[in-house]
């Protein structure tokens, strides 16, 4: 059984909107293994993105414990933290967030210049299919091409943990399978463990284990004996 990685504790968050009062948590606890493929699956507003902003140290928890290989989030300064984000963990977003004046390649160099210890970037860029690509820019590239360049971007930076928010959600179904199995991939084959919120039901079969999520709760908690591969997913 591999080592526990990453585990929330009982967390709620509350945000207040004026004088109205949203809760977005309700008590979620949960772990991730090192070396996992998690999905995290349920409908719009159902807390899963505020989840992973807490889980990858972008939003605090109202209340509650996150937990990094042992380590107290809340525990943690300012720059502690920023360096939680910038060194252990890297993000994938569903619209990309390149930067338009930079190339592929470049892109991905911004990323690998914060880090202490970072993935060659000729080799990460070849590893999603991008060598022949790696001098345009995202203004010059498909969905699917500039999401694999948030892919490589944030797996250069060689992060203990891939946090994925709805990825393939900008994408045509051919595209996003792509995209699964490439993430799939990369984590078989780097030992990444990575973490996927998706609205996408049919994704949770591809998942090693499966948190479903409802107004706030993790209403089910399934592993995957034989996770389905990525081309075998249809939705």
């Known amino acids: 059984m591999s080592e526990v990685i990453l585990e929330a504790e009982d967390l709620h968050k509350v945000y207040h909107q004026g004088e109205v009062r949203v809760q977005a948590l309700h008590g979620v606890s949960l772990h991730v293994r090192s070396g996992e493929f998690v999905v995290i699956v349920g409908p719009s507003g159902s807390g899963k993105s505020t989840l992973l902003n807490i889980l990858g140290g972008m939003d605090v928890a109202t209340s509650g414990r996150v937990y990094y290989q042992g380590r107290d989030l809340s525990t943690l300064s300012e720059s502690e933290l920023t360096r939680y984000r910038r060194d252990e963990i ?12 930079l190339t592929a390649r470049e892109n991905v160099e ?8 970072p993935l060659p970037i000729e080799e ?13 820019f995202p203004s010059q590239m498909s969905g699917g091409e500039q999401q694999r360049v948030a892919i490589a971007r944030a797996l250069a930076k060689n992060p203990g943990l891939l946090l994925c928010d ?4 900008a994408l045509d179904y051919e ?7 490439l993430l799939r ?3 078989q084959d780097y030992g990444t463990t990575v973490v ?3 609205h996408n039901l049919a994704v949770a079969d591809m998942g090693d284990r499966v948190f479903r999520m409802r107004s706030g709760d993790i209403v089910e908690t399934r592993e995957n004996e034989e996770p389905v591969p990525a081309e075998r997913i249809v939705w």
């Open 90 to 101: 890297g993000f994938v977003f569903q619209l990309y967030n390149l930067m338009s004046a």
């Open 110 to 117: 911004l990323a690998t210049e914060l880090v202490p210890e």
């Open 124 to 136: 990460v860029l070849a590893r999603v299919g991008l060598s022949d690509r790696a001098g345009h």
């Open 166 to 169: 709805e990825p393939t959600g």
């Open 175 to 181: 595209t996003g399978i792509k995209i699964l199995g």
């Open 185 to 187: 991939d990369l984590n």
């Open 196 to 198: 996927i919120i998706t």
